[in-house]
């Protein structure tokens, strides 16, 4: 009784309303705090400030998401694959379960003799992923979903005309600019990094070609890289637009055909 | 009798034809102007070229500021919830009357011995939001709005990822570049400060990736990036396709379907 | 009799087939032609190595195009509005005219005793805009237009909101940079050159905030950048599907519902 | 028998099955691994550790790729015009059969006595273009190609008007910066690189204006980039959306046309 409870609580998708849980929604506050504080306590100047003061937050958020890590472990046994020793065992590898575990272990993990201090802070940071796992059972998210799925070929076709000219425009500067700058341009991959720098149009400006024919195969990438952002853009509006029409008029219409037919 | 008239020709929502009474296209203009000295007001050569001069001009838009302020106050009175005293108070602080005492208050607040001079100038330029106020009446302003609302939630959703986005790499470049550049990838929080340059492809290149692991990390976020900008645009392109279609289609349609039910 | 053939042959509204004419073909290739030698001619290592070669050229261009002045001011005169010498006159300072004169002028101007030498050169260069003329008449261009008129509210709009935003990112830039950067943020117009270069995310780099306060700005802005791209992108694909439906789909539509009401 | 195998494993549109053959579905793993090969080669530290390895992994693929390059030169007789001697020699021509040998020949070529090292590489790694053959064959693609060919004109168009704003701005910062900046604005081919890091958003900020009225004008030049990262996206988004629906629809639609005739 009380583990299906809990099962309905914890369990996105097992929640009979629309949206989220009263306890999921806790949760999604608890987690954002909890990441808030890992991002803030990165900064040496705030650590130093109050290290004891971080420290005690981190233990009561850790004692928190224990106790979840818990509940949700006791509530997976609803789900028969997740039945007895055995499925708990399995629920403890699966997916979710081990992005959950990011939440905590850190935190035990800093007490061991052999540990990495940039890791642990990065693993506290992405307890943050966990939010991805409620956020699935949003209305907005199915339809984005639907979206990039139904263009998904389209999409990668796009991403690999994408990598194409990546390369070329790489290989073509690597020609040219080599001689003349070679830390920059003294093989494809360093070249990779302006390639990738143009295209995406972000431009650093780190890295700028300086021979005249540099700048113009510079110049010829740069309006590429127009088209390889308005190629996805313009996928992603027309599937969009699909999904949303799919999902607003389909009722009506589908009653405009019985109309006809009758 | 008077009040009435001045209530229709100053709340745009009362004025019967559609866009903008006589009085409030004046008022444009006069923000429009106010804003305009403000702004060059700030600039410290054309100040000292003419202190007195700008003095003059900003209590001249000051005093017909005013005097509009009053008649709002009076014609208020209209609205049921605005009649009275009590009613009045309720208008001065309702938000637009707020921010309406933005294009007064500061040149009063300027002769208090206490008062910070950025602040008063800054509060001086931004006598601009009050065009909001009448730009939301504009039909261009409903059919922007109504697909800003009609698809908030997938807006949000695709900010939350962005943000999420934002978090991972801006953690994955702390990571790998905390070691080599203390100052600029130091900290999760001072790492975002490159990621979101590099997110929304403003990359101004102040700070960069210099290890080869970073620059993979930045060429990822870089790639994400295009979809940071694509998902925004192509939700927005679909919304604005249903809203147009809506209202330039809907009566043919309606006319269409009378035909088929007849 | 030869009038009026010249007249179908220079005006392009008056060639009976859809495209261009012949001789406004080979009127479109001289303009490229001649600006591609304007452009040449400003670099001063290529000026400097064949001056007299430059000089030839353009005098052949000039010879040219002032024939094919000649000859439109002849065939004018087959439009009742540009008959006789008041007509004529009324052609000379007709917009197309005028700016058909920027291809002759500066040959001539440039023999007066004092002229801009850098003026000159830009005249040049700006032949080109004689292409807009002869490019209005394509077929896409209409469906451009078209687009771009039906939403001319929703597009002014959003250029209205960016101008918004732009002027307030840049009042709290001033705000909090000013005192630590006086030369790049001393005044709001200073800050607009960076709150453009953000906005845009164009993000040159050349200026950037250092206060933590003025980055947390800034990176608020680098993220409603994304938004001032996304509106008018998406308000363009919602007219452009307009556009491009309408022209392709209204036969067919108008045959089906001609098949219903049978 | 054995040549009518060949070729329909080796011509991708002879394959019956959609997608590709097995044997093409190899050929694509060996283009990509050759590729990287390529591109890692060109990086010096890497070359250095291993000279003989990466000449033993190119001598490898070269064997692969001449035996694959005799199977279909061997196979292209399966298709009349390619049949006997004088056909071979017209397939040696063909377009894909040159592309080809770009994976073979900068093998050979290496041991000729004269020989450009950097030209070489780039074909290595051009090679990856050979994808580009079998890629066609697609689903995605022919959606991709179908949107780009019916919005050709406008798309040109809209090249058109960027490559007519490109010039203009140029021209422009060319007659306000040409004094102040000899090295970065002398000349309007100089300036374009200025106007095409601008009108693409990419801002590199290697030059920058530093006039007032030079600032003015990459102001207005910056805004302008919106527009032309908007309209072939608006364009695209537009076109996608037509061809998709005619896929998804099409079949739809007939149906209920025969249901209303019947």
Redesign the interface.
């Known amino acids: 009784m009380l583990r299906e409870r809990l099962h309905r609580q914890l369990t996105p998708g097992a929640w009979p309303d629309s949206g989220l849980s009263p306890i999921n929604r806790v949760v999604c506050v608890l987690i954002l705090l909890a990441?808030l504080m890992?991002?803030?306590e990165?900064?040496?100047t705030l650590r130093q400030a109050a290290p004891d003061l971080f420290f005690a937050i981190e233990a009561v958020f850790v004692a928190l998401f224990l106790a979840e890590y818990g509940c949700r472990l006791y509530a997976a046994g609803e789900e028969p694959r997740y039945r007895g020793i055995s499925g708990r065992i399995r629920y403890v590898f699966s997916f979710w379960a081990l992005i959950d575990l990011l939440a905590i272990l850190p935190f035990f993990l800093a007490f061991l003799p052999f540990n990495n201090v940039?890791?642990l802070?990065?693993m506290r940071?992405?307890r943050?992923?966990r939010?991805?796992r409620l956020?699935r059972f949003?209305?907005?998210?199915s339809?984005?979903a639907e979206?990039l799925h139904a263009?998904s070929?389209?999409l990668?076709?796009?991403v690999?005309v994408?990598g194409?000219l990546l390369?070329?425009s790489a290989?073509?500067l690597?020609?040219v600019e080599?001689a003349d700058q070679h830390e920059a341009f003294?093989?494809?991959?360093?070249a990779?990094?302006w390639s990738?720098?143009?295209l995406?149009?972000?431009?650093?400006?780190?890295v700028?070609p300086i021979t005249p024919l540099g700048?113009v195969f510079a110049?010829i990438t740069?309006?590429a890289?127009?088209?390889?952002?308005?190629?996805?853009?313009?996928?992603?509006?027309?599937?969009?637009?699909?999904?949303?029409?799919s999902k607003?008029h389909q009722p009506e219409r589908r009653h405009?055909?019985g109309?006809?037919?009758r």
């Open positions: 990441s890992a991002v803030l990165t900064e040496p940039f890791l802070r990065m940071v992405l943050i992923l939010l991805a956020g949003s209305r907005a998210w339809a984005l979206a263009r070929y389209e990668l076709l796009s690999g994408a194409l390369l070329i290989a073509c690597y020609v080599a003294g093989s494809v991959p360093r990779l990094w990738i720098a143009t995406t149009t972000v431009g650093y400006g780190d700028t700048k110049g740069a309006v890289g127009i088209g390889i952002i308005a190629m996805p853009t313009g996928i992603l509006a027309a599937a969009f637009s699909d999904v949303f029409q607003d405009g055909a109309e006809v037919e």
